[in-house]
């Protein structure tokens, strides 16, 4: 986005400097062609300006729309630019670091926050990251939040309606390879964009944080990064589908950390995964506190 705001920026200067050019020519020298030729130059001067702001808008709507790049693209990406807003005024966190977010939250949770933050700082809880990491870079994840439902890929933070067609069709034994066959027209345009694949894959979960009935016969497998803000309308859509699906479907939370524009990202990884050793209910409560308080710790310093 840094990119596209610059290019933008540059265009701007163009656009309102190349009219002025032409102007300061002596008039002397140029009077005749400039008399002929007005007309010409300021529907050329008219048409720039409308270019400019068509692409000043699309920039601006950019900024508040998910990212395109890579399988993944209704969400944040690995190798798109950083955050909307990277180049203005940082926004102010109410922490002074990541740390002293974790101790709070820690507290709030009931877990032992110098516990926490000292296999945290240890670094003892990388090594886990990085393999859920990269089971999601084997599925072809490239972005957050990546789901799977069943194994059938979608790529984004969609709205619940499409995740319930998924699941409902999953629990009717109706579901189908043929994302035609699907009447959400969010997954019917996913599928043709290639963000929503419904021939099942094998996602290896040994490890992983899961809640909800083990023997359940849908499981909501997503790829997912603390300071994601799309990660955040996941969590909200995966909170109301446990709730819709109690019983039915089991949620496995796999971390995906965008280390190039989330500094934070890795560090609430690998937390979550060093809450998991006071017991996995404090392990979920500090997920969710990280996702409801996102706003909170994201600006901070990292540790």
Known sequence: MTILIRMAARRKVEVETEPSMVYQQPMSESRGFLEKMSPVLM??????????????????YLEG???SGGR????DTSVGQPQAGAEAVRPSSKFKDFGEALGTYAAKVGLDANKLLACVNNEEKAGVVEANYQEGVKAGVSGTPGFFVNGKFLGGAFPIDAFKELI?????GTGSTDYKTYKNQALVQAGAQGIFDPTPQTVSMEGAMMRGASAAKVTLVEFS?????????????VKQLEKDYEG???FVFMNFPLRQIHPNAQKAAEAFECAREQGNDKAWALHDVMFDSQ???SPAASI
């Open 225 to 237: 990064d603390f300071q994601c803000p799309y990660c955040k309308v996941g969590y909200t859509t």
């Open 72 to 75: 993944v693209v209704a969400g």
């Open 248 to 250: 039915r479907i089991k």
């Open 168 to 172: 409902d069709k999953e629990l009717a």
């Open 43 to 60: 529907v050329l001067v008219v048409v720039m300006a409308f270019a400019l702001g068509s692409l000043w808008s699309k920039v601006k």
């Open 295 to 297: 706003s909170e710790w």
């Open 65 to 67: 729309s998910p990212e």
